[in-house]
């Protein structure tokens, strides 16, 4: 049985929060790792971090592209703050989404 947490961002204190509560897997926006690394080896915050919840039996799941996915998610919010219309979602390539916009008058 999963108990979980959500959090906008994943951070040092998301993870001690999910230990506290016991929680084992962390649901974020916003996620710790985003460049991707070649060690976790602990000499900087990202890999502190992420070594914590792996030795404390914690998943971290990041959804900020999947909310981006979505007309009504992240992406479309700012593509109609500025008024644009006809804003939709492209569909799936190859399992990866994108947004389309198409500004008024361009070709």
Known sequence: MYLYHLFI????RSVKEAIHKKCNLIVAHQPIIFGGLKKINGKNY??????????????IYAIHTN???????????????????????LPSSR???FCEIKLPGAH
């Open 9 to 12: 961002r994943c951070n040092r």
């Open 46 to 59: 990202v890999e502190i971090t992420v070594i914590t919840a792996i030795k404390n039996d914690i998943a």
């Open 67 to 89: 909310l981006d996915n979505v007309i009504d998610g992240v992406s479309g919010k700012m593509a109609k703050m500025p008024g644009l219309k006809n804003v939709s979602v």
């Open 95 to 97: 399992g990866l989404h």
